[in-house]
């Protein structure tokens, strides 16, 4: 018997709701792509890949903390000049934090500054922290070797509808998913907490992998962590 879920999706459903268009990556161009792994290493970014492809053609991904967006740089992957990429917006919850962070680990951040945060030339930029705190009101920057320079930007309370909304069916479907999955689980195991399970195994879901390769993840998770195994 099959225990895969579906969700019906109608033509009208298929006409109002816009194709996901997600930004992945930002190209950066450098002059130099063991140093630019460098600096983004000593940032704490994770090392996503390093592949060199072909002579003269190589390519590195980095993804800051927290960051559903990575950037891409290396050699022969833009015709762009080095530091040419403008700024990158860097979302945080604390920018002084933040900041000192990105200090102790070697950038070269800016005073915090409020007023205009994207402005040519750095015009009506003022020292100091927004007045009273608010949102989307603090910023600082710093650079890459190479001029590309980043953004920081305080976000502590988002602007309506600057977030998605949860589709409730769909987020049923997975969990009714992921408690049939778990029920084979649970059936060839020893005792365990049924939440260990379900958490690696809706996590994969969620971010793209197929039901066989999450069951692959949650047994592994359970394995490696939890020392249980199927039977």
Same mark, same amino acid.
């Given at each position: ?21 997600? =930004? ?8 130099? #792509?063991?140093?630019?792994? #460098? ?7 994770? &090392?996503?890949?390093? @592949?060199? =492809? ?7 991904? /980095? ?7 990575? =950037? =891409? /740089?290396?050699?022969?992957?833009? *015709? #762009?000049? *080095?530091?040419?990429?403008?700024? $990158? ?5 604390d920018i002084d934090a933040a900041r000192a962070e990105l200090i102790e680990r070697g950038a070269d951040v800016s005073e915090v500054f409020h007023g205009r945060g994207f402005s040519d030339a750095g015009q009506d ?5 927004? +007045? ?6 603090? @910023? ?7 001029? %590309? ?16 909304? +949860?589709?409730?069916? &769909? $987020?049923?479907? $997975?969990?009714? &998913? ?6 084979? @689980? ?6 365990? %907490?049924?939440?260990?399970?379900? #958490? *690696?195994?809706f996590s994969a879901r969620q971010h793209g992998t197929d039901a066989e390769q999450a069951t692959e993840a949650a047994d592994r998770y359970m394995k490696d962590v939890h020392g249980i195994v199927r039977r």
């Amino acid at each position: 018997m099959s225990t895969d879920v579906h969700t019906t999706e109608t033509t009208a459903d298929r006409a109002t709701k816009p194709a996901d268009l997600k =930004i992945e990556v930002v190209v950066l161009a450098v002059a130099d #792509a063991d140093r630019s792994k #460098a600096f983004y290493s000593s940032l704490g970014w994770r &090392e996503d890949a390093d @592949f060199p =492809i072909s002579e003269g053609f190589r390519v590195l991904q /980095f993804t800051p903390p927290g960051s559903q967006a990575s =950037i =891409i /740089f290396g050699t022969g992957v833009t *015709p #762009a000049a *080095p530091g040419s990429g403008g700024s $990158l917006l860097l979302t945080v919850d604390d920018i002084d934090a933040a900041r000192a962070e990105l200090i102790e680990r070697g950038a070269d951040v800016s005073e915090v500054f409020h007023g205009r945060g994207f402005s040519d030339a750095g015009q009506d930029r003022i020292p100091g922290r927004a +007045p009273d705190g608010q949102s989307y009101g603090s @910023f600082a920057t710093f650079s890459d070797p190479d001029g %590309n320079e980043f953004l920081l930007q305080e976000v502590t309370t988002r602007l309506p509808g600057r977030v998605e909304e +949860p589709d409730v069916a &769909e $987020l049923a479907s $997975l969990l009714l &998913e992921t408690a049939l999955a778990h029920g084979r @689980f649970e059936a060839a195991t020893p005792e365990h %907490n049924w939440w260990d399970w379900y #958490a *690696p195994y809706f996590s994969a879901r969620q971010h793209g992998t197929d039901a066989e390769q999450a069951t692959e993840a949650a047994d592994r998770y359970m394995k490696d962590v939890h020392g249980i195994v199927r039977r």
